[in-house]
T-cell receptor, first 113, second 113 residues
Framework: NAGVTQTPKFRILKIGQSMTLQCAQDMNHNYMYWYRQDPGMGLKLIYYSVGAGITDKGEVPNGYNVSRSTTEDFPLRLELAAPSQTSVYFC????????????FGEGSRLTVL | AQTVTQSQPEMSVQEAETVTLSCTYDTSESDYYLFWYKQPPSRQMILVIRQEAYKQQNATENRFSVNFQKAAKSFSLKISDSQLGDAAMYFCASLSRRNQFYFGTGTSLTVIP
């Protein structure tokens, strides 16, 4: 049982480049989330989705985009990378709200130089 | 939006002793959930304990228990008989009706042998 899988685990980008962080879960979870974790700042919600075809902005969506064409996949797109996007990114999923528990991927460390 | 505040950036405890991590939150909702997550150096986020706001009884999970004070919007985590493996970053989080998880900035717990 793979759970939540994120790729890549590490990436270095140059300013202005674009990339996609991949996230897949095999637990048939409806809810999926993207967070960024900056040192001393906790986790900030970027985007989330409550099901295929439905996405919504979180606290810090600027500079990012997402899509949810299937239940399993929830990729995060960074357009025109900036140094402020240097962070660790976590994808997470949950089955239903009442269950509550978030299942996290292992994180992706992104550095923009 | 909800806010979650952890006012203790760092805490330490002697092995086998008890420690309490503080968390306060702010929400206008009546239906919400509260969580404590543990993040060891491996970065993997692990659910420690969950509390439903409508339940008055404090949640417990083995050595972990919470003190949930709804009127004061306080949600502290008590770790009894601390073990070396408890050393980690601990995050308090709330779940809103809109299925958004909000995280505090974390408390780094050191366990002293």
């Amino acid at each position: 049982n793979a759970g939540v899988t994120q790729t890549p685990k590490f990436r270095i980008l140059k300013i202005g480049q674009s990339m996609t962080l991949q996230c897949a879960q095999d637990m048939n979870h409806n809810y999926m989330y993207w967070y960024r974790q900056d040192p001393g700042m906790g986790l900030k919600l970027i985007y989330y989705s409550v099901g295929a075809g439905i996405t919504d902005k979180g606290e810090v969506p600027n500079g990012y985009n997402v899509s949810r064409s299937t239940t399993e996949d929830f990729p995060l797109r960074l357009e025109l990378a900036a140094p402020s996007q240097t962070s660790v990114y976590f994808c997470a999923s949950s089955y239903r709200r009442q269950a509550g528990e978030l299942f996290f991927g292992e994180g992706s460390r992104l550095t923009v130089l | 939006a909800q806010t979650v505040t952890q006012s203790q950036p760092e805490m330490s405890v002697q092995e086998a002793e008890t420690v309490t991590l503080s968390c306060t939150y702010d929400t206008s909702e009546s239906d919400y959930y509260l969580f404590w997550y543990k993040q060891p150096p491996s970065r993997q986020m692990i659910l420690v304990i969950r509390q439903e706001a409508y339940k008055q009884q404090n949640a417990t999970e083995n050595r972990f228990s919470v003190n949930f004070q709804k009127a004061a919007k306080s949600f502290s985590l008590k770790i009894s008989d601390s073990q070396l493996g408890d050393a980690a970053m601990y995050f308090c989080a709330s779940l809103s009706r809109r299925n958004q998880f909000y995280f505090g900035t974390g408390t780094s717990l050191t366990v002293i042998p």
